[in-house]
DNA sequence: TCAAAAGTGTTAGATTTACACCCATGA
DNA sequence: TCATGGGTGTAAATCTAACACTTTTGA
């Protein structure tokens, strides 16, 4: 008999706010609650964390279970713990945000699971205090983003540079000046030219780039 | 019956950097365990969360139980949740970091709790995760220090320019540079120049200042 | 031939940094 | 009288922001 049995014990969850982008819209991977309480309300994906996994562990398997992705890049938003949160039961919650590219996602996995892409910018009201989740990922999302090179993980390998601004704008919410922009890609020798181009998205043709993670540890120096 | 059950529970506890500034140094309060397990090793504060408490309510309430202050500034550090953290039982731990006056601090209390006012940059080896704690609330509050006006908050109501300063330096750790940084303060309406002098710290006597907070709402534009 | 996106430099303004001396006073 | 910390301005360098036209090509 110890000390910590004069305690209560309470269940913890994670919840994934999963990102994703779509050509110039930050997306969120939202799925209609299956269970009491909230059953049919949005909602964001999570589980229970187990006796015997770490909370990093627990949001990594969290997501592999509905998206099948490993060596996700994930971090953590932060717990969530008012009383009532959870109509049910005292439940706090680990918030995880991850990013991924929306095509690394099968479609198919995607209906068997009913999640859905949502324009992070235009959420429905979600089940609980998902919507404060969300709003606190994007911020630590953003800012982390502006100094460190983990928007590549929402691209595909190979992007053009209209594609990275138009990234760039929609998490940072406003619009940015190509110019000014590709001046300081350019500076940024880790993201490299390609002799790819794209023809999808123009007549003329948009050069490919990559990001070159081992040029980046050598000299990482990022700033955008 | 929900589905709650089939899952386990685990305790959670709040831990907490408190932060205080001594005339040049950062400054924070810890204390040697006094339970098994890690009885004896130095520690930061913590308590467990109760089932009707929120993690905040649960970390100011810690917080006051060993300082007996009420309103304190803290804000949540993130979660820590390695399933061995703790070498009892499971437990994830929420870490809050909170600023206070050292003066505002009871001695007498102080003593009765056996905790200590360390250096924030030589802190010993804590128990179980707490450096790595500390480490992230350090970083999280040096940041917010640059755009928020909390450093005050480590300050005696009034306060000389310089000791202004040694907070930014302690906390930034590195030297900034007088007139740079006067320079700024100037500029910043809400941080007032008061008629008292302090000679406690210089034969010719520092101008004391205030922090206005109501005309800090009225135009928030902070940056140091 | 024209619509649509790709690609490319320069300049003014704002911000940041570096830097050194006089002042007032108590010991 | 001198040692100690308080107080003050300027100039160079850097960074940021604004801005417009030419190119290519598929339809």
Redesign the pocket.
Same mark, same amino acid.
């Given at each position: 008999m110890t000390f910590y049995s004069e305690h209560s014990k309470v269940w913890v969850s994670v919840d994934c706010i999963i990102f994703g982008f779509d050509e110039s819209k930050l997306k969120v991977l939202i799925g209609r609650r299956q269970m009491d309480p909230g059953r049919g309300e949005w909602s964001l994906y999570g589980g229970f964390v187990a006796a015997d996994e770490s909370l990093d562990d627990a949001a990594a398997r969290t997501l592999h279970e509905l998206t099948g992705m490993e060596n996700v890049f994930m971090r953590q938003v932060g717990a969530f713990g008012s009383v009532d949160r959870d109509p049910g039961e005292r439940v706090i919650s680990i918030a995880y945000y991850a990013l991924i590219n929306v095509k690394d996602y099968s479609e198919t996995l995607r209906k068997e699971h009913g999640v859905e892409w949502v324009d992070a910018s235009e959420l429905p009201r979600l089940y609980s205090d998902h919507n404060q989740m969300v709003a606190k990922a994007w911020k630590l999302m953003k800012q982390k983003m502006r100094t460190e090179p983990i928007g590549f993980r929402l691209l595909p390998e190979l992007f053009?540079?209209?594609?990275l601004?138009r990234l760039y704008e929609a998490v940072g919410g406003e619009e940015i *000046? &190509?110019?000014?922009?590709?001046?300081?890609i350019?500076e940024m020798d880790f993201i490299e030219?390609t002799n790819k181009? *794209? &023809?999808k998205?123009?007549?003329?043709?948009?050069?490919?780039y990559c990001f070159n993670h081992n040029s980046y540890e050598k000299s990482p120096d990022f700033?955008l």
């Open positions: 053009t540079l209209t594609q601004q *000046d &190509k110019r000014n922009f590709r001046k300081r350019k030219k181009i *794209d &023809k998205s123009s007549k003329r043709g948009a050069a490919l700033k």
